[in-house]
Every structure is written in structure tokens, then in C-alpha cells.
């Protein structure tokens, strides 16, 4: 389960990997909390269309939005339970969430609460209805505009491509020379280039041509069979 802030979130960050497990048959799903709608460009109208284009072209076994309202993503006791509630309904074994340090405070908010919520979702005493207590086996964060400590790196090279096309699905938001809406930090050029310019930064370091890097809390167990690869 890959979790976001805003639609596009997701796509942007870690778009490779998610295309990657699709790939091998793993079951793989987004919960976007907001619908985006503070957005410079674009309407929620526009944002639907785009994120269920994405959604198809990606090959998702689910996609969820719970409604929070965009520039509020609080830690609270209502935001938890609605993300408590997807947890527990889809049992991934694996939660992606933006690492909690970068520029917009939404990102900063959806990883500290992801990261409380992932391990409240297992606490029996919480009742959420018919739906029992699970917790994910692992949490792992993701870049977004800011740099993050790398506990690993996944090699993207041979989604690279498609992933551009997933983020061409949100027309509105990235960049588009033909548009007249105004320009933010990410429909600029520079912001365009920069996507493939990380990419080969992070593939590099792993002697692969694209990567994605995360970072875990938590230890991540490695063996003789594994040893170079998660």
C-alpha cells in the first residue's frame, strides 16, 4: 500500500517501485488522504479524470481517497481511524509514506501520521467496527522534495519509461508548455528534468541506470540469499 497526501503524490516519488511490484504479480494499491484540491493548477474535476487514468495505466489492484481536507492533514484521533480502517481492510504487508521532512507541511503530517497509524492499526483494543487489528509487516518512507537518509535504493531502470508516461496522466500538474495556468515549483522545465536527473542520481549509486530510495525505521533483516537486494 502506497500512501499519499495528493493524488500525484505517489506516482511522482515512487511510481518505479509501485510499477515494479505490479510487474511481479504482488497485489498493490494508493490511498491519496486529500483530493488535491488547494492546488495552484488543475480542478478537482481535472484531478479525478487524471488520477483514475493513472490508476488504469498503472495496473492497481485498488485505489482509495479518504476524503481529508487538502491543507489539513491533522493528527488526530478521525485521521487515524480513517487510515486505520484502510489498513486493516486491505492487510498490506508493506506501507509506503512520504518521509516526514520536506517542503510541504502535507507530506511532513501524512508521514508522522502514517507512521502512528501503522502501529495503532494493530492494537486489538482499537474497534473499528467488523474490521480486525493488523499491523503492516514493514514501513517504508519515500523522498519527496527534500533529500532523506537511504537505508535502500530500487532499481527502476526498466519502468523508467512508463513511469514518465503514469505522470503525463496529470496534465494539469507537471509541465506543459501549451498550458496558460500559472507556474509552480513542480510544472516548471527545471522541475521536468529534474525527475530523471534524481532518478540517475539514486540508480547510480546501486550501479543501475534509475533507482528510488527509502528509508526505514526499523532494521531491515538481510541474509545470504538477499544479501544484495530487499
Do not use: W
Not at 21 to 29: A, D, I, P, T, W
Not at 85 to 99: Q, Y
Not at 113 to 124: H, K, M, P
Not at 143 to 160: E, L
Amino acid at each position: 500500500m502506497f500512501i499519499g497526501a495528493h493524488p500525484d503524490d505517489v506516482e511522482l516519488n515512487c511510481g518505479g517501485t509501485l510499477l515494479k511490484l505490479v510487474q511481479s504479480g504482488s497485489r498493490v494499491g494508493i490511498v491519496d488522504l486529500t483530493a488535491g484540491e488547494l492546488s495552484t493548477r488543475g480542478s478537482r474535476t481535472s484531478r479525478i479524470r487524471e488520477t483514475s487514468a493513472a490508476s488504469e495505466l498503472m495496473g492497481l489492484s485498488f485505489r482509495e481517497n479518504l476524503k481529508i481536507r487538502d491543507g489539513n492533514i491533522e493528527i488526530n484521533k478521525t485521521n487515524r481511524e480513517k487510515i486505520i480502517k484502510v489498513i486493516r481492510k486491505h492487510k498490506p504487508e508493506i506501507v509506503f509514506a512520504p518521509f516526514p521532512n520536506d517542503r510541504h507541511p502535507d507530506h511532513i503530517y501524512t508521514g508522522n501520521l502514517v507512521r502512528e497509524t501503522v502501529f495503532y492499526s494493530g492494537l486489538a483494543k482499537i474497534i473499528t467496527g467488523s474490521l480486525k487489528a493488523f499491523r503492516p509487516r514493514k514501513l517504508f518512507f519515500y523522498r519527496s522534495a527534500a533529500d532523506i537518509p537511504v537505508s535502500f535504493i530500487f532499481d527502476v531502470s526498466d519502468v523508467f519509461k512508463k513511469k514518465l508516461e503514469v505522470l503525463k496522466c496529470y496534465s494539469t500538474q507537471f509541465f506543459d508548455p501549451g498550458s496558460n495556468e500559472p507556474e509552480t515549483f513542480i510544472s516548471s522545465p527545471l522541475f521536468s528534468k529534474e525527475i530523471e536527473a534524481r532518478a540517475r542520481h539514486y540508480g547510480f549509486k546501486i550501479g543501475a541506470e534509475f533507482g528510488e530510495p527509502y528509508f526505514s525505521y526499523d532494521a531491515i533483516r538481510v541474509n545470504e540469499k538477499n544479501i544484495f537486494e530487499i
